[in-house]
């Protein structure tokens, strides 16, 4: 297992395609405190104080996954789930917003980046950014008024690096189980998604849109302008209406 770690760095994404760029391993984990420019989809800042778990993983998919890399998303936000959900004090009490975060009482608690290299038109590597709000205290995103929350209060370990093992561990682990995992990895990811039925916001062209359905492909339908429209993981980013709850 290949961890490397930095006290602060500009973002964990950055430095891991470095890496892969030089061929480091399959699972090769960068980890930092801190990151400075941290980003989300859409090359939104994702913050990144300390006491976060902010890492990039290095991947090599498999030539199915190579063939269905819209269902990698999926695969790594039930991985990052499952292993988190070992070392919280409550058990499933989380739950996935399209596309890419976890949330705690419908607040951003955990999200995940992916960014892929292709050479002559094939997938080269992928790296995987996870931020989580792990031990990131509450009054923080009170301060700077964020729509955030935090698993501070509710993890069992203080020890960041047992849960980012455990982490990596389930990522590779779903990983090299697809094909054959995928429709237990849909039906638990579809289970834990409470949006169907839900009024968004398109944030690419700012139009409502309403949450119809996932499909075992692992894309997202939605109805906008009384028009049905399939998107694959990754393909749109929703604003969720919240007063509708």
């Given at each position: 297992?290949?961890?490397?770690?930095?006290?602060?760095?500009?973002?964990?994404?950055?430095?891991?395609?470095?890496?892969?760029?030089?061929?480091?391993?399959?699972?090769?984990?960068?980890?930092?405190?801190i990151?400075?420019?941290?980003?989300?989809?859409?090359?939104?800042?994702?913050?990144?104080?300390?006491?976060?778990?902010?890492?990039?993983?290095?991947?090599?998919?498999?030539?199915?996954?190579?063939?269905?890399?819209?269902?990698?998303?999926?695969?790594?936000?039930?991985?990052?789930?499952?292993?988190?959900?070992?070392?919280?004090?409550?058990?499933?009490?989380?739950n996935?917003?399209?596309?890419?975060?976890?949330?705690?009482?419908?607040?951003?608690?955990?999200?995940?980046?992916?960014?892929?290299?292709?050479?002559?038109?094939?997938?080269?590597?992928?790296?995987?950014g996870?931020g989580?709000?792990?031990?990131?205290?509450?009054?923080?995103?009170?301060?700077?008024?964020?729509?955030?929350?935090?698993?501070?209060?509710?993890?069992?370990?203080?020890?960041?690096?047992?849960?980012?093992?455990?982490?990596?561990?389930?990522?590779?682990?779903?990983?090299?189980?697809?094909?054959?995992?995928?429709?237990?990895?849909?039906?638990?990811?579809k289970?834990r998604?409470?949006?169907?039925?839900?009024?968004?916001?398109?944030?690419?062209?700012?139009?409502?849109?309403?949450?119809?359905?996932?499909?075992?492909?692992?894309?997202?339908?939605?109805?906008?302008?009384?028009k049905?429209?399939?998107?694959?993981?990754?393909?749109?980013?929703?604003?969720?209406?919240?007063?509708?709850?």
């Amino acid at each position: 297992m290949v961890i490397i770690y930095y006290k602060q760095v500009t973002s964990t994404m950055d430095i891991a395609h470095d890496y892969a760029s030089k061929n480091f391993p399959h699972g090769t984990i960068i980890l930092a405190d801190i990151q400075t420019e941290g980003r989300g989809r859409l090359r939104r800042k994702w913050i990144s104080p300390e006491g976060g778990l902010w890492f990039s993983i290095i991947l090599y998919p498999s030539i199915y996954l190579k063939k269905k890399i819209d269902c990698l998303g999926i695969l790594i936000s039930v991985a990052v789930y499952k292993a988190l959900d070992i070392f919280l004090k409550e058990k499933d009490i989380l739950n996935f917003k399209w596309p890419n975060d976890l949330e705690l009482n419908k607040k951003k608690v955990a999200g995940i980046l992916l960014e892929s290299i292709y050479e002559n038109n094939e997938i080269k590597y992928i790296i995987a950014g996870v931020g989580i709000n792990l031990f990131v205290e509450q009054s923080y995103f009170q301060k700077y008024d964020i729509d955030a929350t935090s698993l501070k209060d509710l993890v069992l370990v203080e020890d960041k690096l047992i849960i980012l093992k455990e982490i990596r561990n389930q990522i590779l682990s779903h990983i090299a189980d697809y094909p054959d995992n995928w429709d237990y990895v849909f039906q638990f990811y579809k289970s834990r998604f409470p949006y169907i039925g839900s009024n968004a916001v398109n944030r690419l062209n700012g139009k409502e849109v309403k949450i119809v359905d996932i499909d075992d492909n692992g894309s997202i339908i939605l109805e906008e302008e009384n028009k049905i429209k399939k998107y694959p993981w990754g393909g749109i980013s929703l604003e969720i209406k919240r007063i509708t709850y």
